[in-house]
């Protein structure tokens, strides 16, 4: 899947639902830090990191987190971009989805 957004808009979401590989369970994020890292397909640098949001505040024990994107996140060129999911719980482990969610951006009109 390819999650399609335009350059410079300034309200774009994505919504995630975080599942265990082996079975499908959701995962409980809890008191948990979800993040999104956000770089260029190919790229090793990271542009900008978003914050996931719980909303509402009964989505997290669904795994299911909410990324918005911000007023200058997507003023950048147009192409091809991933997005890897990070996980920080309330005792201070990490985990990293697997899956890497791809983003295509296109120029605005």
Request: aromatic residues 12%.
């Amino acid at each position: 899947m390819i999650f399609e957004i335009v350059k410079k808009d300034t309200a774009p979401q994505v919504q995630a639902t975080i599942t265990k590989s082996h079975d499908g369970s959701v995962v409980d994020l809890t008191g948990a830090t979800v993040m999104l890292k956000f770089r260029a397909k190919g790229s090793t640098t990271t542009l900008f990191t978003l914050n996931g949001f719980n909303v509402p505040t009964t989505n997290f024990a669904k795994g299911i987190v909410l990324f918005l994107f911000g007023s200058n996140n997507l003023d950048i060129d147009a192409g091809y971009y991933e997005g890897e999911v990070e996980i920080t719980y309330d005792n201070g482990t990490i985990d990293t989805v697997y899956e890497v969610l791809n983003f295509k951006l296109r120029a605005d009109f």
